[in-house]
DNA sequence: CGGTATCGATACCCGCCGGGTATGGGTGCC
DNA sequence: GGCACCCATACCCGGCGGGTATCGATACCG
């Protein structure tokens, strides 16, 4: 298999559209629909089943989207670690969520730039998603939240956890309550939603936000409400307040990395974050 | 990055010579030379360094062997797993090593096959390099023993844990002792070497030794000695004394697959296995 | 020291394949 | 029943991948 079929069958299955999938690609639809058939052909197998009106994955395609958006994130980090292996400047680069850890990240960042031999290191901010830099090479190791972040397929080390509050302006009816579980924030009609993996929104009520700054500014307005990590109420607490919600998950901070890493400089950044963690 | 120029590079990395490796992708010597200078020119880093009499990897070079490999790897085993999807009978194969851990293998398969919903295990026998068909797809779950097989990049649950046991003729003059130590029998003239993954021998004195059947053949007529885990000598001990070594690393039998996975047969077959070890 | 064998690079040609436009055919909607 | 939408087919063209022939460099050997 050839990673062009690969591209353009992804294209499609994402779209489930011929025409739409070929302008992403910038051809036209017709060598994109023989192609598909192509690759089909080679394999013995049905990928779609296209109606004149209607384009649908079948099973065997399901996998090949899933597989092959993995073969073509491989070999994206293939590419871009092979430049950075040619600069004899070696550089490395942390993915973290824009809006979590800020603390964490600079003491990290301070602690091992102090370590003799380190290395640069290059912050790559990200509003949701911290895994997919991992995933595509953009990145040679980042801050992810479990439950949150999906952590198959990398290594990892536990850095710290913490338990959940609910986050309200200050004038709000649950505001004065000692305590809350999930059920009562999640059933507002304030509460709000969190974008999937492919950037549509979960059906359900409640308001649709991006990033954790449009969250509590929305918040701050008295127009929503939301379950977060305690440390996120570290910084922007001005007319909000914070409840402990006892029965929500706890979540989970983890530096991890692609397996098979044998960078010095990794393993360096992992061992002063692993150590930094257990004083804190 | 096209796959074809992966596998071209790979195979002139992997052979170190333009020619053989043309040979061995069955083209001619100058389109090979052609497409290197193409990729190298494409991602503006060079690979390799030629002079007319050796070829050699550059850092970058080394670094796009590892990842490439993995990535070709991958696109194998997103070929696999989707012509396997399009079979509407699941089937999970599972790759062991022949010589190890036959009879766990046995009452694991019995003890699947007796569960509701399970579906045929097809069982893929390896000399060695048992993640290896995990790895490109050919398994879709393996046995492995660490720490002499990798398992990075997998999910694993432990099954077992023994200690290592040296194998050797009755007539030995160490056949006596109650115990070893590792650097009684590596000391030995008769030890026994295994290949390394490329299928080269590591230098030094002592028999080389392919597959466990081999070894143990060996040992019996007295060419060789060998330190194995104490499962081996549950089988072939006749005419043959195993004595504990008490300072050989621990064996560990996890039973492996890959990320991502989310086959129900693959669950039930992975709970079984793990239950079956506690009660063991 | 010159002859030679080895090995990668270069030059050049050809056939195939990937991409383009034009058009057909099937299906749901008004 | 007309129409719009959408995937498939037909056909042409240019570029690229693969072939043969040959060059140039280097290590080895007599």
Known sequence: METRELRYFVAVAEELHFGRAAERLGIAQPPLSRTIAQLEHRLGVALLTRTSRRVALTHAGATLLEEGRAVLGALAAAERRTRQAATDRPCLVLAAKSGGSGEVLAKLLDAYAAEPGSVPVEVLLCESNTHVPLLDGRADVALLHEPYEPTTGLDTEVLHTEGQV????????????????????????????????????????????????QLLQMISLGRAVAVLPEAVCAEKTEGLTTVPVVDAPLVTTVIAWPPHSRSRALADLVRIATGFAQVT
Chains 1, 2 share one sequence.
């Open 166 to 213: 609910a986050v309200m302006p200050s004038a709000h009816p649950l505001a004065s309550r000692p305590r809350l579980r999930v059920a009562d924030v999640t059933s507002l009609p304030e509460a709000a939603r969190w974008p999937n993996g492919d950037g549509t929104y979960p059906d359900g009520p409640g308001l649709q936000v991006r990033s954790m700054t």
